[in-house]
Every structure is written in C-alpha cells, then in structure tokens.
C-alpha cells in the first residue's frame, strides 16, 4: 500500500468567488488539503508563515500587497513553499519577470479544473522531490496552454 502526501495549500486570491470556486476543484482530489484563506496579500504572508503549506496559490492583483511583492518577501525570508500564480494576464514580460521573482508556475484563470489540480501538484514536488528541481534548475516552470507559443522566445529556456 502506497502512502501519499496530502499537499498543503493555501489560496489566495481579493474575490472570494474565486477562493471558492478553485476550493471546488482542489477539493475533488483527496490529495489536497486547503489549510488557509487570504484576500490580502499581508494575510496571504502571514499565513504561509504560520501555517506552513506546500503551495500558495497567489493572485497577482490584491490590496495592501500584490502577489509579486508577496512572492519576493517570501523567497527573501527563504520559505519552502512553493508559489503558483493564478492570474488573468497572459502577458509573457510580465510572467518573466515573476519567474525572475522566483515564482514555481503560472497558470491563467481561464484554465481547466484539472489543469489547475495538476499544476498545484507540479509545483508541490519542487520541494518534495529534489531531483526534480535539480533538474529544473532554478524554478520548476508550468506553463499554461497560452503561453505554449512564447517558449521559443523565452530567454529563460534553460529552466524547461
């Protein structure tokens, strides 16, 4: 019988619609566990300080503090904690200079139940997993249906 972790997860996000809605589809999979709620980034800080998860799934766009400057305090203070933005924009500068912060993956908001359930796994083995990261040099990179078309152009190639 094989054991399995349950991925620790906290979400964060400024539209409670949204917490629940990817609650919704976290929760269909016993693999994951939501441990913690933020609609702040300050509160997003805070609980991954405290609660300790495997995965912050981070908004970009929330008040007091956006999910970039969550991210950069957070590999600042050097957590464990695996960071995968969820975000309207699909804009590649932008989603290169969030890698470049240090984020593990960057998903839309437009994407499938299952896309999303498999990206929160993904990320969650950067630090389960060492030979994975190793393998993805700096950050384990999911990249969304949409941004399969800019990957040539990406500078950053060596992390794929």
Known sequence: MEIT???RVILADDHPGVRRGIRRILEK???????????MGSVAL??????????????????DMGGEEVARELRKLNFSVSILILSASDDPNFIQEMLQVGVDGYLTKDESPERIRQAVYQVSQ?????SISQTAGSSFVI???ILSNFVNNLPFTSAF
């Open 143 to 145: 990249l969304t249906k």
């Open 126 to 130: 950067k630090y389960a997993n060492q």
């Open 5 to 7: 972790k349950t991925i």
């Open 29 to 39: 999979c016993s693999d994951f566990a939501i441990v913690g709620e933020a609609g």
């Open 46 to 63: 805070r609980l991954v300080q405290e609660l300790k998860p495997d995965v912050l799934l981070l908004d970009i766009e929330m008040p």
